[in-house]
C-alpha cells in the first residue's frame, strides 16, 4: 500500500494589513515532526500575515509579509510560543523584495517540503505519549478510543521509524499505510494537532495487534490480542511486547518465579530489572522520592528512574525481591505509549520490562527474531506491524548530588542534537568507548550523539554499531573525513576507525580516556578549560601504558597535565580481575603481606581459597605476568567491597559500588561513618599519589569491631574528603567529575554540597551519561577545537596553593 500524499498547499484567506515589508526566515534545530508548521501557520493567521511555511532539509523555512509591527509581532512570539518538543538553534533572516510572487498571494500557505541538499536539520527522539492523546484512548467519544498507535504531533516515534531526511510520511515506517478519510482530514488541517503527524492512524487504517505463542502463530488481533496478552500475564506468563523501539520482555512484578524464570533466559542472576507501573500512584506504594525525581519519572521522555526502594504498606502486595535484590534502588518508568497504558490497565498489575535479547545483543526489533531467539522459553508474544527501523533502548537517570544525572541516553533523549556556535569544515566522526559505546557526529553547526549501543564484545553488537553509524551517515550524507577515537588499541572501536581511515584516507586522532570523561563533561557546558578534572572509574589506557581510573588532571580542550593518581597496585590476571574483585584486593594486600599473612586474617573472601591457588596468584603479582598495574578508583570500590564480603563474584558492572551504597544507607542517621582517610605523598617531580595503603589498614583492623554500614559509609566519606583536600590545593579553577565511579549516589549526595559549600563551582554531566557513555561527546569536543585551533597543547602553568 502506499500513504495518500498531502496537498501541495494548504490555504486560508486572510486580509493584511498593508505590507510594507516582505521577509524570508530560516530556522533549525529539531523543527521537523514536532507541529512547527502547523503552529506557524496558526500564528500568521493570528497576524493576517500573506506568505508561506515548509521544511526543507535544514529546517524550516518561513516567507511573510506585512506591517513592521506585524512582522515584529510574529517573530517574537515564534520564538518564545514555540511547540513543546521542539528546538531553535538558529534564527536566520534576510528582506525580500515585493515583486509579483505568487507565494505572497493573498493567503497564507504550507508549501510541500523540498530537499536540494543535504540534510542538517536535527532529528528528534522518539517521545513519549502526551496527556491530549491519553484522554483520546480513554474517550468512548473518540475514534482512536482503546487505539495503541494514537499519537499527534506532540507525541509518538519519531527516530525509530524514520527513513530519509525531510521528515515526512513517504519517508517513515508508516508509508505503507493508507490514512482513512478521518485521518488524512486530520493529516491535511493544519489547525488539527495531528497535522504532518507522520504515524498518524486509527484503527480503521493503522498498525494492528497480534497475539503470538512463541512459535508465532496468531491467535488473536486487535483489543482481543491485548486483552488475551493481559491474561496471560495475571496467571504468571512471560512474554513479549513490541513496544516503540524494540521488544520488552514483561512479566507480573509481583511474582517471584515469573521473575526468576525471566533471569535465567536474561542470563543475568543479579543485575537491576525495570519495572513498568501503571502511574505516578502505584509508583508511590513501592518507592520514594523528591519532587525532583517524581518530575523525571513522569516527564514526556517517560525515562526508567532510579528510586529508593521503600517497603510495601498493609494490604499492597509487594514486588518481587528478585528485581533488584540487596540494592537500595529500584528502577521504574511509567507507560509512554497507548499500548502499554492500555496493557497496564487491562492487566492492573506492575510488569516487569526489560529489553527483549540475549546477553550481548542488542534490542531484539523483529518478530522472527523473537521467535528464532526466545521463541522457545516464553509464553507469548504480542506483536504489531509498525515497523521499527532503527532499535533504541530505554533511557536511565537518576537525581544525584541535586541534579539530574543521565546512565543511559536512548528514547526519549536520543538522537541528542546540540548546536555548534560555529560551524566546521569538514565532517567528524568520534566513535567512543568500548563499554557502553555511543556514537558523537558533527558536521557544519550539528552534533549528533547516537542513542546508547551497547558493549562491543560481541558480532552482534558490533554490527549493531555500524548499522547506527550508517543511520545517521546515510540520513545526512555523511562520509566523515575526520575520526576520534580512544587510545587503547584494544577497543574495537579504535580498530574499526583505524581501519576505516586507512581506507578511506580519513584523518585518525586520539584522545586519552579520563581526558575525554572530563571533556564530554565541559562539552556539555560550552566550556574549553581549563578546568581541575577528577576522572575516576573502571580503568582505561594511560598516556604511561598503565591502566588509570583515579586521576586528577588539570585539563582543556587540547591537553592536560596530571597532577594526582590513585597509588598504582596489580590487577592480578589483567580482564580476570574484573570478574573476580578478590583478585584487586589481593593486589592490594600483597604490596605488605605475605601469603601466609594473608591466609591468617581469615576474610572469608579468601578464606575459601585454596592454599595453592593464592600462592599462585602470588607467584603471578610478583613476576608481574598478566598483572598490569593500575590507578583505578572503580576497582578499588571493587576491593574493599570484596573485604566487607558484600561480592564474590559480581553479575554485572558496577554492582560493588551499589552494594557500598546499599550497605553505607544502613547506617543509622544519628550515626557518624567510621574515620577512614587515604594519605597524599608527594614524589619529586611527579604528580601526588593518593595513598590507600592507610585507608586498608583501618578496614583490616576494624573489620571484625566496626559495623558494615559504618565502614561502608566511612569508605565513601573518605573519597569526599580526598577531592575536596585535593580541590583546595587547586583553588583556580573549577571542578569537573567525570567517570562511572561518580553514578554513586551517596558519594555524589555527600561530595557535591562538600565542595559547594567551599565556594567551588562543580559542573557534572546532566544530559550526557558521566560513564563511557560519554566518551564520544568528549572525543567529539576535542577533535572539533583541533580542527578549529590545530597545534599543541598550551596549558597555562598549574596554579597549585
Known amino acids: 500500500m502506499t500513504a495518500q500524499a498531502a496537498p501541495m498547499t494548504h490555504s486560508s484567506p486572510t486580509t493584511p494589513e498593508p505590507a510594507s515589508l516582505r521577509r524570508e526566515l530560516h530556522l533549525d534545530g529539531i523543527v521537523q515532526g514536532v507541529g512547527f508548521r502547523p503552529f506557524v501557520y496558526g500564528l500568521a493567521l493570528s497576524h493576517r500575515l500573506t506568505g508561506y511555511v515548509l521544511n526543507d532539509a535544514n529546517g524550516v523555512t518561513i516567507g511573510v509579509q506585512g506591517s513592521p509591527a506585524q512582522l515584529a509581532d510574529f517573530t517574537h512570539e515564534l520564538r518564545e510560543l514555540a511547540p513543546p518538543l521542539s528546538r531553535i538553534d538558529s534564527f536566520g533572516a534576510r528582506e525580500l523584495p515585493l515583486d509579483d510572487d505568487p507565494d505572497f498571494d493573498g493567503t497564507f500557505h504550507i508549501r510541500a517540503s523540498q530537499q536540494q541538499s543535504a540534510a542538517t536539520v536535527a532529528i528528534s527522539p522518539d517521545q513519549g505519549m502526551c496527556e491530549a492523546c491519553a ?45 482513512c478519510p478521518n485521518c488524512a482530514r486530520a493529516y491535511e488541517d493544519p489547525l488539527d494537532r495531528r497535522y504532518h503527524a507522520q504515524p498518524v492512524s486509527c484503527p480503521d487504517c493503522g498498525p494492528q495487534l497480534t497475539w503470538r505463542n512463541g512459535e508465532g502463530q496468531g491467535l488473536a488481533n486487535r483489543d482481543a490480542a491485548l486483552q488475551q496478552a493481559a491474561s496471560a500475564l495475571q496467571e504468571g506468563a512471560l512474554i513479549a511486547v513490541k513496544g516503540m523501539g524494540g521488544y520488552h520482555l514483561m512479566c507480573d512484578a509481583r511474582n517471584e518465579s515469573a521473575v526468576a524464570r525471566l533471569r535465567v533466559l536474561k542470563r543475568r542472576a543479579r543485575k537491576p530489572l525495570a519495572v513498568m507501573m501503571g502511574s505516578l500512584d502505584e509508583a508511590k506504594l513501592h518507592v520514594e522520592g523528591g519532587e525532583a525525581e517524581w518530575a523525571l519519572l513522569r516527564s514526556q521522555p517517560r525515562p526508567i528512574t532510579l528510586l529508593r526502594k521503600r517497603a510495601a504498606d498493609p494490604g499492597t502486595i509487594p514486588l518481587a525481591e528478585g528485581i533488584a535484590p540487596g540494592i537500595p534502588y529500584l528502577g521504574v518508568m511509567l507507560p509512554y505509549t497507548p499500548l502499554h497504558q492500555l496493557l497496564l490497565e487491562s492487566c492492573a498489575i506492575p510488569l516487569v520490562a526489560t529489553s527483549a535479547n540475549a546477553r550481548g545483543s542488542p534490542i531484539l526489533i523483529e518478530c522472527e527474531a523473537v521467535i528464532a531467539e526466545l521463541g522457545a522459553e516464553i509464553d507469548g508474544i504480542l506483536d504489531h506491524d509498525r515497523p521499527i527501523l532503527h532499535p533504541c533502548d530505554d533511557s536511565l537517570v537518576q537525581w544525584a548530588g541535586g541534579r539530574r544525572q543521565t546512565l543511559r541516553l536512548a528514547r526519549g533523549y536520543a538522537p541528542c542534537t546540540p548546536s555548534l556556535k560555529t560551524a566546521i569544515g569538514q565532517p567528524v566522526l568520534a566513535v567512543g568507548a568500548q563499554q557502553k559505546n555511543q556514537l558523537a557526529l558533527a558536521f557544519g553547526r550539528q552534533r549528533i550523539y547516537s542513542p546508547y549501543i551497547g558493549d562491543l564484545h560481541s558480532l552482534p553488537m558490533q554490527q549493531h554499531f555500524e548499522q547506527t553509524l550508517d543511520t545517521f551517515c546515510g540520513l545526512y550524507d555523511l562520509k566523515p573525513k575526520t575520526l576520534v577515537s580512544d587510545r587503547h588499541p584494544g577497543y574495537l572501536s579504535h580498530q574499526w576507525a583505524k581501519d576505516y581511515c586507512a581506507t578511506e584516507g580519513a584523518s585518525h586522532l586520539e584522545v586519552q580516556h579520563h581526558h575525554a570523561h572530563l571533556l564530554g563533561v565541559m562539552a556539555e557546558h560550552d566550556i574549553r578549560g581549563p578546568v581541575l578534572g577528577v576522572a575516576f572509574d573502571g580503568t582505561g589506557l594511560g598516556d604511561d601504558g598503565t591502566l588509570w581510573g583515579g586521576e586528577l588532571l588539570i585539563a582543556d580542550i587540547k591537553g592536560f597535565e596530571r597532577v594526582a593518581h590513585l597509588k598504582p597496585f596489580r590487577l592480578i590476571g589483567g580482564e580476570a580481575a574484573i570478574r573476580e574483585p578478590v583478585r584487586q584486593l589481593l593486589g592490594l594486600l600483597f604490596e605488605s603481606h605475605t601469603p601466609d599473612e594473608i591466609s591468617a586474617l581469615d576474610l572469608p573472601v579468601i578464606s575459601q581459597m585454596p592454599v595453592e591457588r593464592l600462592n599462585n596468584l602470588h607467584q603471578l603479582w610478583r613476576l608481574g605476568r598478566n598483572a598490569p598495574h593500575t590507578s583505578s578508583m572503580g576497582r578499588l570500590f571493587d576491593a574493599v567491597a570484596a573485604l566487607l564480603g558484600l561480592v564474590d563474584e559480581p553479575d554485572y558492572e558496577g554492582e560493588a559500588g551499589l552494594l557500598l551504597d546499599a550497605a553505607a544507607l544502613r547506617l543509622a542517621p544519628d550515626a557518624e561513618p567510621w574515620p577512614l582517610t587515604f594519605s597524599l605523598t608527594e614524589p619529586a617531580g611527579g604528580p601526588l599519589l593518593i595513598d590507600w595503603a592507610p585507608l586498608l589498614a583501618e578496614l583490616l583492623r576494624q573489620r571484625h569491631k566496626v559495623d558494615t554500614a559504618s565502614l561502608a559509609a566511612g569508605f565513601i566519606r573518605a573519597i569526599v574528603e580526598l577531592i575536596a583536600t585535593l580541590a583546595e590545593r587547586f583553588p583556580a579553577y573549577p571542578v569537573v ?65
Request: charged share 20%.
Open 737 to 801: 567529575l567525570g567517570g562511572g565511579v561518580f553514578q554513586n549516589r551517596v558519594l555524589m549526595d555527600q561530595l557535591i554540597p562538600r565542595l559547594e559549600s567551599a565556594g567551588r563551582e562543580v559542573l557534572t554531566s546532566e544530559i550526557l551519561p558521566l560513564n563511557d557513555g560519554g566518551i564520544a561527546a568528549g572525543q567529539l569536543w576535542f577533535a572539533i577545537h583541533h580542527l578549529a585551533e590545530p597545534g599543541p597543547a598550551a596549558l597555562p602553568a598549574v596554579s597549585e596553593s
Open 135 to 179: 484522554r483520546d484512548i480513554t474517550n468512548p467519544a473518540d475514534r482512536h478510543h482503546r487505539y495503541p498507535f494514537t499519537n499527534c504531533t506532540h507525541c509518538g516515534p519519531r527516530y525509530s521509524i524514520i527513513r530519509r531526511l525531510p521528515y515526512d510520511r513517504p519517508h517513515t515506517a508508516m508509508a505503507g499505510f493508507t490514512m
